[in-house]
């Protein structure tokens, strides 16, 4: 049975593309992998275009941040379908979702594609990053002798891969012509089709319910890392009494704020991006605000339908501070999983943002727990 | 579904016309239509949907313009703040906790 594998590019396992020794030990090749075809450049892969279950659970568990780091392709050129030397050649990075994207996108035809290393980064932080860049393609072309394996001398790359790669230098180190691709690998049938010409909504980039969904599990997996510091910090605090520390407490106040402080958390980081376009304002910490409020409204009126009017306005106010600025906070740190804001935006936001934040739970928690000392 | 827009008029974004050759590759790489070509040159036409991802000036060949792009996210922010540094996501390839991805 063939095992899946995914090689850092430290490892040396059999050469592929190059006439290396067919003694020295292999690793066994992944179940994408079919035979490979001999080229004037040595033997390049053939890789399926259909994906098979492992591909899908290995997308769904990056989604999760399980193997996220690792979760990558060998860099290298690879083919799709039976291409020639005047098939055109794909450029893509080495994580293995981008990889796995462009390989189904062009199922039924014949290209070349050519996997940088990008450290199993995705295109576009790669390409932020200056890994998916003009310098890697010169030294992934040299590397791979492309100019061997086609005539046509140009690249396809993906138009998110931009913002690292100077087209101009690239034709001038390598000679090889760099031509920007649809946005969306799925487009790159209909962009070959035409000529590699793409439309207007091929070159924008969107930020569709579906797209923000997917990225929420990131979102919920990383978001703990202090939250629950925080969490049981207030647990803690909630035993904080006239007449000492009671235990007691703890389990009714510190739970309820542990409770109502998840929920924030949970409106921050899922809620507020999933609802993202119709909540208010533009700035994200504000969106995440609006969200905030629903749970100290909602534990507002349990207190005050549920008591008879017992319930005391320091038991009540300090949840109006703390949960929305927690959704806040949460929910503006989304702003680095988006595709649309930018850089100074999020300071500007974050300047004001994150003092109010830190001064409304602060002052929140100061109330919760002045509030049964008066 | 409201279309999503940023803040307004934050963008570091700068096209020098006089520079410009018309090649058209801006409005090629921008993923949100910043920038049409008009009369034979560059026009910025929407400056407040601008992500500063740098597409734009690293593609000029002329180097007509100037973005101030990085890390945009508000984790490499912190990050960065605290460390004293620019923003950073600490997005090393061994690192288990890095955001990116």
Not at chain 1, 14 to 22: N, R
Not at chain 1, 97 to 106: K, V
Not at chain 1, 174 to 200: C, E, I, S, W
Not at chain 2, 30 to 48: L, N, T
Request: aromatic share 8%; proline share 6%.
């Amino acid at each position: 049975m063939k095992e899946e594998f995914s090689c850092s590019s430290d490892k040396s396992c059999c050469g592929q593309a190059s006439a290396e020794a067919p003694s020295r030990p292999c690793c066994p090749a992944p179940h994408w992998q079919l035979k490979s075809i001999l080229t004037p450049a040595g033997l390049v892969p053939r890789v399926r275009a259909d994906l098979q279950f492992a591909d899908s659970l290995g997308t769904a568990k990056a989604r999760v941040g399980i193997n996220r780091m690792r979760y990558s392709v060998r860099p290298g050129v690879y083919a799709v379908g039976n291409p020639t030397k005047d098939s055109p050649v794909l450029v893509s990075a080495n994580y293995k979702m981008s990889f796995d994207h462009l390989r189904s996108a062009m199922a039924g035809r014949d290209a070349w594609i050519m996997v940088l290393d990008t450290k199993g980064i995705n295109v576009w932080c790669a390409a932020g990053k200056g890994t998916f860049g003009t310098d890697e393609i010169v030294n992934r072309i040299s590397a791979t002798n492309l100019d061997q394996v086609v005539a046509h001398g140009t690249l396809i790359l993906p138009q998110l891969g931009a913002p690292g790669v100077a087209a101009h230098r690239v034709k001038e180190r390598t000679g090889f012509r760099v031509v920007y691709g649809p946005v969306r690998a799925n487009d790159l049938p209909a962009f070959l089709d035409a000529g590699m010409k793409a439309t207007p909504e091929m070159r924008r980039i969107r930020f569709t319910f579906r797209d923000r969904l997917v990225l929420v599990p990131m979102e919920l997996v990383l978001g703990p890392k202090y939250l629950l510091l925080f969490l049981a910090a207030l647990f803690f605090l909630g035993g904080l009494g006239r007449g000492g520390y009671w235990f007691q407490n703890a389990l009714t106040t510190g739970l309820a704020a542990v409770v109502l402080s998840v929920l924030g958390f949970l409106g921050g980081a899922a809620v507020a991006p999933m609802l993202l376009p119709w909540l208010p304002g533009r700035a994200f910490s504000i969106k995440g605000a609006a969200v905030g409020l629903v749970p100290a409204i909602a534990y507002a009126a349990y207190r005050i339908l549920g008591s008879e009017g017992t319930a005391r306005a320091l038991e009540i106010i300090p949840w109006f501070l703390i949960v929305p600025a927690l959704a806040a906070f949460y929910a503006m740190n989304f702003t680095g999983s988006s595709t649309y804001t930018s850089l100074s935006g999020v300071k500007k936001e974050m300047r004001v943002a994150l003092p109010v934040q830190i001064a409304a739970v602060v002052l929140g928690i100061g109330l919760w727990i002045a509030g049964r000392f008066v | 579904m409201p279309q999503l827009r940023y803040l307004e008029n934050v963008a570091t974004l700068v096209l020098d016309r006089e520079k410009c050759i018309g090649c058209g590759m801006c409005a090629e790489v921008c993923p949100h239509a910043v920038f049409a070509i008009e009369g034979k040159k560059a026009k910025i036409i929407d400056r407040d949907a601008c992500m500063e991802c740098g597409a734009c000036a690293g593609n000029c060949p002329v180097a007509a313009i100037s973005v101030r792009s990085g890390v945009g996210c508000a984790t490499g922010i912190i990050i960065g703040a605290l460390r004293g540094t620019q923003p950073t996501c600490d997005c090393s390839g061994d690192s288990g906790t890095s955001c990116c991805g």
